[in-house]
């Protein structure tokens, strides 16, 4: 059992994430910058797992008591608040494994893009203002709403990056533990921008299909 830690849990992409991993048998430390939302998000992931027949190992904490105590941190806030986020739990997060799943979404006339972030990605500019730690992109492309669905298989490829091979493996094998996914090893870290973009063509993509798709890869195996 791994010790996993949410940096900004309390929305719906970090309750999914918290809840399909809780599910696969991990202790889940939900962050937040308040101790109030913290506790209540990890009610509901604690509520969710145990109603879908799990014993949950969950309690919220603030974002830097959560990573204090986790193996391994998953960012999950809005890129408005990614680097001041990254830069306040600089220290809080050291050398611990850190899983990236911002995207640098914007909407232009309700149209998703990506906005150009400097260093390339989000995940890029997480591993330059977190230069101790090796981060991993992954779970960008996986809907909340379908990864709260406890009771609906979660389908789908996760393409990961990072340019730590140790760390990819890390995260490839806990992709394995979720079940119906498959981990895809994407490449380094500058792959990391075109696995973002594809979240802003697939939230298009639901919006015209009023669907929740996924990305799935054929002829790999
Ligand atoms: N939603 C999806 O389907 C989806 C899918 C794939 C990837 N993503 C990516 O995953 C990330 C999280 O998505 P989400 O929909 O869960 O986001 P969200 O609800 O907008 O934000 C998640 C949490 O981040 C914290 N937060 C908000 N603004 C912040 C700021 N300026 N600085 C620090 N923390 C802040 C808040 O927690 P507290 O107020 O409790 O601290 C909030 O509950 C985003 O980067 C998004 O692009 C989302």
Redesign the pocket.
């Known amino acids: 059992m791994t010790t996993i830690g949410f940096i900004?849990g309390?929305?719906?992409?970090?309750l999914g994430l918290a809840m399909r991993m809780a599910v696969a048998g991990h202790a889940i430390r939900v962050g937040?910058?308040?101790i109030e939302?913290?506790e209540d998000a990890a009610t509901t992931v604690r509520d969710a797992v145990t109603t879908a027949g799990g014993s949950p190992d969950v309690s919220g904490a603030l974002?830097a008591d959560v990573c204090a105590v986790a193996d391994l941190v998953v960012i999950?806030?809005?890129?408005?608040?990614?680097e001041?986020?990254c830069i306040d739990l600089r220290d809080a997060i050291g050398a611990k494994l850190v899983i990236d799943?911002?995207?640098p979404?914007t909407f232009n006339d309700g149209v998703p893009g990506v906005v150009d972030v400097p260093q390339g990605s989000a995940t890029e500019q997480a591993q330059a203002l977190l230069p101790d730690a090796p981060v991993v992109g992954a779970?960008?492309?996986?809907?909340?709403?379908k990864l709260q669905d406890l009771a609906t298989p979660m389908r789908g490829d996760v393409l990961v990056t990072s340019d730590d091979a140790d760390a990819k493996q890390t995260v490839l094998d806990l992709v394995a533990q979720m079940k119906d996914l498959r981990g895809v090893d994407a490449g380094p870290l500058a792959a990391s921008k075109f696995v973002e973009d594809i979240?802003a063509l697939l939230l298009g993509v639901n919006r015209r299909y009023k669907a929740q798709a996924a990305v799935q890869l054929v002829g790999l195996d």
């Open positions: 900004g309390t929305g719906p992409e970090g937040s910058r308040r939302r913290a974002n999950v806030v809005p890129f408005d608040g990614h001041a986020t799943a911002a995207v979404l779970f960008h492309n996986l809907s909340a709403k979240t």
